[in-house]
């Protein structure tokens, strides 16, 4: 074979997520379906019940995929201790790119629809330092090349493809950073990085046939969502428009139950907050 006819070198990816119950091991499946390519490894903290690890080890054995058991962790330690147990996590990677995704968070893809090698290719034509995605685009968001994709300064961590030592240059943040965000630090630290130092990513448009939402349940009816977020039920009003529209108290989640009053008096205040300490 000619050396030009060597096929391309295709990053390795590794999953980094928390799985806490059984039944987001289906979640977590359909993951590892998402990709054009073979996930390398999953590094995973397990929630406290042995059936979890066990269900992962199966599917760790069934897709030829190597397992990093980051040992046990609770939701409270996920949330409180994120940016902790996300560095331990990336410390194990040995694949190329780490993705980090979150199980209360659905991917879908129509049939084999194509994404990873034009992602990829897009990331190395533009300089982007990460991929992205889970929310409509937000105003700041610039055009590309291909569509389907935005260049983005904004940064989720329910769907994130980053190269480990990026992920710990983005942590440093700025001075404010850590005072502005709490438990939200991990995802405000990188974006204030990105936004000082000029640096982008790219951002994987939702759309019919290929698309993330961050559904913001994790209870078993969060298999209910997912039956009807594959048949496509319910999605259009998630496909269009800006995220800008939708935060803090204007959050909204595919087929969201309603909040309580006091979970909407605790939004409103956070937002508050974060105007107070943004100065604007």
Known sequence: MLMSDKAPYIPSIALLTFVLEEHHCVILEDWIAFFDHPI??????????????????????????????????????????????????FDAVTADLGCVVRLDTIPYRAGQKAWQDAALALMKETGACFITGSTLPYRADRPTTRPGFMLTQSISNCFLIIRPEIWKMLQAGTKESESKYGRFLVEGAAEDYVAENDL?????????????????????RLLRIRDSFRKGHGISSFLKGYQDDYLYENARYYMQRRESALRR????????????FSGS
């Open 40 to 89: 390398a490894e999953l590094v995973v903290h397990f929630g406290g019940d042995p059936g979890i690890a066990a269900r992962v080890r199966q599917l760790c054995e069934a897709h030829g995929i190597r397992l990093h058991d980051m040992g046990m962790t609770t939701p409270q330690e996920t949330t409180e201790a994120e940016q902790q147990l996300l560095a331990e996590q």
């Open 200 to 220: 982008w990513g790219l951002r994987l448009v939702n759309r019919d046939d290929i698309r993330v939402f961050h559904c913001q349940e994790w209870g078993l």
């Open 265 to 276: 008096a605790r939004i409103f205040l956070g937002y508050w907050r974060r105007r107070l």
